[in-house]
């Protein structure tokens, strides 16, 4: 591989010394052990294909103002997808990271039919597989973009017309067979289109039923060529339908008990869709966690004053650790989930050395999570909090409660006699605002530490 595509040398971590952000990390030392494992192997970061090497800054007011170092320099549209590649693992190997993300129709141009689009997809593979071998990075996940398109203007797999469902069908079987070539050690489904707009003219019932069926199609079709790879499913509420059926954590799960799904997927979670679905990311990833359907997640974040998906780049400290709060209480980020950074610099950040840039703030801010949220963890201040606001279920009648042994009489005996006032003392205050400040104390006093 071409050395050096992108005129930036390896990005090295520096420490804390400068309090000036610049080309290097302040937090982010790959091999530095955390609680009980190195910050690489916590976090397992990834560069999404999509926005890193294909996004041009564009806004629904404004054409793209992106400068990348392979403009105009290719002839044909393969030619180009092929040179993307040999600067894509380019990107990665001077970032350091140890993984990517990819849509199909990212990676490479289509033909008139799925078979030629597939045989200009395939050469496009042939090439980053050999540059995965060379290179050591690994194939977080990969997906199918059946959103893109005009043809999926009414959905995909919850389309009205069976043609698309075919081809969608047929597109996502090619996607699968790469995903095994590839190793790709997760496969997302993402139902950009799979929603109504209006329901007057929608059989929310049948659609929901054909994506089922779609997805089940998908499990046997892994199981016959022995994908092994982890299925997940990404929610968001709207944008670019009115409603997605994928509409939140909760509503994701409950979709695949519903359908015998849920011991096949879990789920990749994305903070800015939480926004949008009016939560937090923190809350979205408690729900997956409690369900055990934590699967990956993708680093971004929202603009709270601005009502769309925007992808910003991660910077949010407070954010970045109630997400490795809840990663390091699961254990992982999910059986083989990492984080990728489906987030694109903004318009006035166009140059090159920006995507560098941007990708040290989101892994040095989630580096910086990750060392509070162990200090956390490490000296039990969360975990001690919890324990105490429900310790009354530990004895008495609140532990007949959590062995099962309770019923509607046993309580109504236990509380027929309490007087109202000895009720009231009973209940204790969170002192949530002391709560909320430990944690801004614990992010201040630890990353002065680092």
């Not at 000036?20 to 294909?49: C, I, P």
């Not at 919850?158 to 070539?181: C, D, N």
């Not at 971004?300 to 009502?307: A, F």
Request: some cysteine.
């Amino acid at each position: 591989m071409s050395e050096n595509l992108w005129n930036i040398e390896k990005i090295p971590y520096v420490g804390t010394e400068s309090l000036r952000q610049g080309l290097g990390f302040r937090y982010y030392d790959a091999d530095r052990v955390v609680a009980g494992k190195t910050m690489k192997e916590w976090m397992r970061f990834g560069v999404a294909y999509w926005h890193t090497f294909e996004q041009r800054l564009v806004d629904p007011f404004g054409s793209g103002t992106a400068i990348r170092p392979f403009d105009g320099k290719y002839s044909t549209p393969l030619d180009l997808a092929l040179a993307k590649v040999d600067y894509a693992f380019d990107f990665f190997t001077t970032l350091g990271v140890d993984y990517f993300c990819f849509h199909d129709r990212d990676i490479a141009p289509e033909g008139d039919t799925l078979r030629e689009t597939n045989a200009i997809l395939d050469k496009v593979v042939d090439r980053i597989e050999e540059k995965m071998k060379e290179t050591g990075v690994k194939l977080l996940w990969n997906t199918s973009s059946l959103f893109t398109n005009p043809r999926f203007l009414s959905g995909a797999a919850t389309s009205p017309f069976s043609e698309i469902y075919a081809y969608a069908g047929g597109q996502l079987k090619h996607s699968l067979e790469i995903a095994k070539r590839l190793g790709a050690e997760n496969y997302v489904f993402w139902g950009g289109r799979e929603g109504y707009e209006n329901l007057w003219n929608t059989d929310l019932k049948r659609e929901q039923d054909h994506i089922a069926r779609f997805f089940h199609m998908c499990v046997d079709y892994a199981a016959e060529i022995g994908l092994d790879s982890q299925f997940l499913i990404e929610p968001k509420p709207k944008e670019p339908t009115a409603h997605q059926y994928d509409f939140d954590a909760a509503t994701s799960i409950a979709f695949l008990q519903t359908y015998g799904l849920a011991d096949k997927f879990k789920l990749n979670l994305e903070g800015n869709h939480a926004n949008l679905a009016g939560h937090t990311y923190q809350h979205e990833i408690r729900v997956a966690r409690a369900a055990g359907m934590l699967g990956s997640l993708d680093a971004n974040q929202g603009d709270k004053l601005i009502g769309w998906d925007i992808d910003e780049f991660p910077s949010d400290l407070y954010e970045t650790t109630a997400v490795m709060h809840e990663v390091i209480a699961e254990g992982s980020i999910g059986p083989r989930g990492g984080l990728n950074f489906d987030a694109k610099p903004r318009r006035t950040s166009f140059t090159a050395e920006d995507l560098f840039r941007a990708h040290i703030v989101g892994m040095d801010s989630y580096a910086a999570g990750l060392l509070v949220a162990a200090r956390m963890h490490e000296e039990g201040v969360i975990n001690d909090l919890v324990a105490e606001r429900y310790s009354s279920f530990d004895s008495g009648i609140g532990a007949t409660v959590e062995d099962g042994t309770a019923t509607l009489a046993s309580l109504e005996e236990h509380a027929l006699d309490i007087p109202q006032a000895e009720l009231m003392a009973a209940v204790k205050s969170d002192h949530l605002e002391s709560v909320k400040a430990t944690i801004n104390n614990y992010i201040v006093d630890t990353l002065g530490r680092a």
